[in-house]
């Protein structure tokens, strides 16, 4: 049983950084689509940043509104990525959820085509 578990969020002033941590168990040994998405209070959920897991592929995309801002690196090798969150906003404020795809190519938008997610970690940030 697949199981992904997302750490590392918080409140935060604006301006001020968090790393998210998402860790996977019970992968096959298979290539994954990772993204991270957001759900911010009255929206709908969005992909932010994308990844995946072949260690021959370092491709990484983001959504615009965190480009720049956002990293996420993967712990090759293993099955841990992160999501090092700068210059955080207000409008960053959401539920941040960490999701592998079997076989989904990096920057896929469709929660669909995402098999496993993480319960979701809450992201504040206010002054």
């Known amino acids: 049983q697949v199981q992904v578990a997302e750490s590392g969020g918080g409140e935060v002033q604006p301006g001020g950084s968090l790393r998210l941590s998402c860790t996977a168990s019970?992968?096959?040994?298979?290539?994954?689509?990772i993204a991270w998405f957001r759900q911010a209070p009255g929206k709908e959920r969005e992909g932010i940043a994308f990844?995946?897991?072949?260690?021959?592929?370092?491709?990484?995309l983001y959504r615009d509104s965190v480009k720049g801002r956002f990293i996420m690196v993967r712990d090759n090798g293993g099955n841990t990525v992160y999501l090092q969150m700068n210059a955080l906003k207000p409008d960053d404020t959401a539920v941040y959820y960490c999701?592998?795809?079997?076989?989904?190519?990096?920057?896929?938008?469709?929660?669909?085509?995402?098999?496993?997610w993480g319960q979701g970690i809450q992201v504040a940030v206010a002054s």
């Open positions: 999701t592998w795809g079997l076989g989904t190519r990096t920057g896929v938008q469709d929660e669909g085509e995402y098999d496993h």
């Open positions: 990844t995946n897991n072949n260690m021959d592929d370092d491709t990484t």
């Open positions: 019970g992968l096959l040994i298979d290539y994954y689509g």
